[in-house]
């Protein structure tokens, strides 16, 4: 299906029926296709709502680098545009952070009374010596080639550079989506983690290296109400375990498979 939010065509699952209404959002360089076994199962019972966010899958980019601020302002705008007052959130990854910005409002238009946050990010990495050092020497190259005169001797410098020490993510995404991406990496969620209001299920992944378990942890301590649950495997955990997963969500929204 096809909506137009903000002037962004931006595709999205609707999918099932049901007493409650799940609202998934997806993690960074990935779209809703990757979430179909969640879908697909919660479908059964309830309506499942999973847009591709600007500047993945099928949607069409935001005109200029979005802040998760503005994501979060997005997601509402969706929202209110399908008739969407109250509904569960789920989000894995980015869209978990993109969630926290959302749940710790004081005011919002959308009721949410449960979340399910998988994998989250939203609290600062701690990277080993070898990340800051490609990071650095980057911006270090960039610096050098910015130099006056330096540059036109030079044009193809700049893009070798990031192509050798970034992330894939990095590498892949255009020009506005990876200063969405830096936007991103620098929001700290730590702070509004207090104020979430809503009950909140964490699952995650033991071996998770992308958003690594203590923030599970420190985000299960933080939240008021929040409970944890963890999954052997990774960053994508809900998939590698799905038929555990799946009967936690099942209980967690009160359904009796």
Not at 25 to 39: A, E, K, N, Q, R
Not at 53 to 80: H, M, N, Q, R
Not at 100 to 120: F, G, H, M, N, Y
Request: hydrophobic share 40%; glycine share 8%.
């Amino acid at each position: 299906m096809e909506i137009t939010v903000r002037g962004l065509r931006v595709h999205y699952i609707d999918q099932g029926s049901g007493d409650q209404t799940v609202l998934l959002l997806h993690g960074w360089g990935v779209d809703s296709s990757v979430y179909h076994l969640i879908t697909d199962h919660l479908s059964g019972y309830c309506r499942m709502i999973v847009p591709d966010l600007p500047g993945f899958g099928k949607s069409e980019e935001p005109p200029k680098p979005w802040t998760t601020i503005e994501y979060a302002d997005f997601v509402l705008e969706f929202c209110k545009a399908l008739g969407v007052t109250e509904a569960i959130t789920m989000g894995h990854s980015n869209g978990g952070r993109i969630l926290l910005e959302l749940l710790s409002r004081d005011t919002c238009p959308l009721t949410v009374r449960k979340a399910v946050l998988l994998d989250s990010a939203g609290i600062p990495a701690h990277h080993s010596f070898g990340y800051y050092a490609r990071v650095y020497t980057f911006k270090c190259v960039k610096a050098i080639l910015s130099l006056p005169g330096i540059r036109h001797l030079f044009p193809d410098a700049v893009d070798k550079a990031r192509r050798r020490f970034g992330s894939s993510d990095y590498r892949q995404a255009s020009a506005v989506m990876r200063q969405s991406m830096v936007l991103a990496l620098g929001y700290d969620c730590t702070p509004l983690l207090p104020r979430v209001k809503a009950s909140t299920l964490l699952i995650w992944g033991r071996n998770d290296t992308a958003t690594p378990l203590s923030d599970g942890q420190l985000m299960e301590k933080r939240i008021p109400d929040a409970g944890l649950v963890v999954l052997e495997g990774g960053h994508y955990a809900f998939a590698e375990q799905f038929a555990q997963c799946r009967r936690v969500l099942d209980s967690f929204l009160s359904h009796k498979a």
